[in-house]
């Protein structure tokens, strides 16, 4: 399945000061909007801006498809998921680019609930006192039993939220009204306090001392995989079928490099090996393509908080040749994975004919990576 990612910042607020619109104001060094975007790296990334701003955008120089939004939040959206018909995209992420202190846990809660449900959203639930006033003065108090404070991003399956927003007539609060009016059910997962709006100047100094704040946590995981060869006409390695007289003998697909990939990340999060997550003793798993691993296993460190630093795989083989499938072979991995390709690396070397690799009587592969949450 492919995740996109929508950053909606066509607003034109200016409560926070600054003489700019929030979104493009400075925040440690770096446009408040860019650190939006940063949290959905490797995704499919739209950026939505007020036709003013487009310049702005272009200038970040980041690899976004930028839109420009209409007179409301609403019609942004919609002008976003428009842009996204047609792309192959099977969920879509909506969040407010004024929210730059996003988490990985929250967006990997928002991407786990839409297993279940046709829509998704990050909340806390309400535990101060509410009042209502009028004139500066308390005039009455509102139950907050089952309220919540809704935040982004908000998830859905793009089929069902792309019909919700051509169904909708009229402006939304945000895209989990827009998707309870056409009929669908959003499951509410945890938010985040850190995971604040700019609103107003003083909110800038609130986001400055979490970011001086966090700590990161950052683990490193090792893979290792062999398979040895049998009659067949290529053998799949980092998700490319590469031409070759032998293929590769292996319960599943036998993608070497990526059982190493993906062993790697669930030791990075102690989770593991494939074996334990996918048993080679449950015949669902024979001839199972290796994407499906690798991608549970991404899905699992994203759960977790965890989003990936970067990624090796060396491939050890005297034929076939590696080198010149290795750039194909990084952009798979960055679409499974859902990463950028640039935190990806694919190399090859042999083994000086020694050994069972020397003999060339199968292939072996290294894999390391580092996730981080912070």
């Known amino acids: 399945m492919t995740t996109a990612a929508i950053i909606t910042a066509a607003g034109r607020g200016l409560r926070a000061g600054g003489g700019v619109p929030k979104q493009w104001q400075l925040l440690a060094g770096r446009a408040v909007v860019a650190h939006a975007l940063a949290a959905f790296d490797g995704m499919l990334r739209v950026l939505v801006v007020h036709p003013e701003d487009r310049d702005l955008a272009e200038a970040l120089g980041l690899d976004v498809v930028i839109v420009e939004g209409g007179a409301s939040r609403t019609q942004s959206v919609r002008a976003a998921l ?147 060869f049998c009659d067949g006409d290529g053998v799949w390695l980092c998700g490319v079928k590469v031409p070759h007289s032998r293929a590769l003998l292996g319960h599943s697909d036998a993608d070497v490099g990526m059982h190493a990939l993906s062993d790697a990340i669930y030791g990075a999060l102690a989770e593991g090996d494939i074996g334990r997550h996918f048993p080679p003793s449950d015949p669902q798993w024979k001839g199972a393509e290796s994407k499906i691993f690798l991608a549970h296993a991404m899905r699992l460190a994203r759960a977790k908080g965890f989003a990936l630093a970067n990624c090796d795989v060396t491939l050890i083989c005297e034929r076939p040749k590696v080198g010149p499938h290795a750039e194909t072979m990084r952009e798979a991995l960055a679409v499974i994975m859902e990463v950028a390709v640039e935190r990806i690396s694919v190399k090859a070397t042999t083994s000086e004919r020694l050994g069972f690799t020397g003999r060339e009587e199968g292939i072996a592969a290294m894999a390391t990576c580092a996730l981080v949450r912070g």
């Not at 009455?140 to 939220?161: C, E, H, K, M």
């Not at 009016?181 to 909110?203: C, M, S």
């Open 82 to 228: 428009e842009a996204l018909a047609g792309r192959g995209v099977s969920r879509v992420l909506i969040h407010d680019g004024a929210r730059p202190l996003v988490s990985a846990s929250v967006i990997g809660r928002v991407i786990g609930a839409l297993d279940q449900a046709d829509g998704a959203a990050p909340a806390l639930a309400v535990t101060d006192a509410l009042w209502r006033g009028d004139a500066g003065l308390v005039v009455g108090v509102q139950a907050r039993d089952g309220l919540y404070r809704a935040q982004t991003p908000q998830g859905f399956r793009f089929d069902s939220i792309l019909a919700a927003h051509r169904a909708y007539a009229g402006d939304a609060a945000d895209d989990v009204a827009v998707a309870r009016a056409f009929g669908l059910d959003v499951a509410i997962v945890a938010g985040d306090e850190d995971n604040l709006k700019l609103t107003f100047p003083g909110d800038f100094a609130s986001a400055e001392a979490i970011l001086k704040g966090r700590q990161m946590d950052l683990r490193v995981g090792n893979g290792f995989d062999v398979h040895g």
